[in-house]
């Protein structure tokens, strides 16, 4: 069955610490189904990239590669977007106390009565009190239900990301050598 994709889920496939054995799954699922995304998933992806690039979390090089590996999967991207959704996801926003931003999946989720993949506690919340089936993975310690890129802090240095230079040589460069079992 189809589900929306939260960029937040999709994220944490790239992020050394970050990832997840659910998360993972999700991104195993995509062998034999598809996600939906609002528009602004690939802003959202492109965003969290460079403000990693920036903090020196990852190199330009290895965000490319990650694009051209998202543009391998199946992730369909919701072209129904409109004023008429903005307005919904405006509403959502409202009623769940969630960002525009959030309120969108959300929408998009509710529109197609699909269920919703996030790591945002949140979202997962609204979600299910919207009659959503809401899948939530398991989120990191350090995390105070804030998303990459957006303010989470790291408790100890445990989680500390490698550097700019680590495992180049070991990125995938094709969705064929993307290790799917991690």
Not at 89 to 103: G, P, S
Not at 163 to 182: C, E, K, L, N, R
Request: glycine share 8%; aromatic share 8%; no cysteine.
């Amino acid at each position: 069955m189809p589900f929306v994709l939260d960029g937040l889920t999709t994220m944490s496939w790239i992020f050394a610490g970050e990832v997840t054995e659910e998360s993972l799954a999700v991104r195993s699922t995509l062998l034999t189904d598809h996600a939906i995304v609002p528009s602004l998933w690939r802003s959202e992806v492109g965003n969290t990239l460079l403000m990693a690039e920036r903090r020196g979390r990852l190199s330009g090089a290895k965000a490319i590669a990650f694009l051209k590996l998202l543009e391998e999967l199946p992730i369909v991207e919701d072209h129904h977007s409109s004023w008429h959704t903005t307005r919904g996801a405006l509403q959502i926003a409202k009623e769940y106390n969630l960002t525009v931003y959030d309120a969108t999946y959300l929408e998009l989720a509710v529109r197609h009565w699909f269920p919703l993949v996030t790591l945002d506690l949140k979202l997962k919340s609204a979600g299910l009190k919207a009659g959503l089936s809401a899948v939530m993975m398991k989120r990191h310690p350090w995390r105070r239900n804030k998303g990459i890129g957006q303010g989470a802090r790291r408790r100890d240095s445990r989680h500390s990301a490698p550097g700019p230079g680590a495992s180049q040589a070991t990125f995938p460069t094709s969705i064929s050598q993307w290790s799917f079992v991690d």
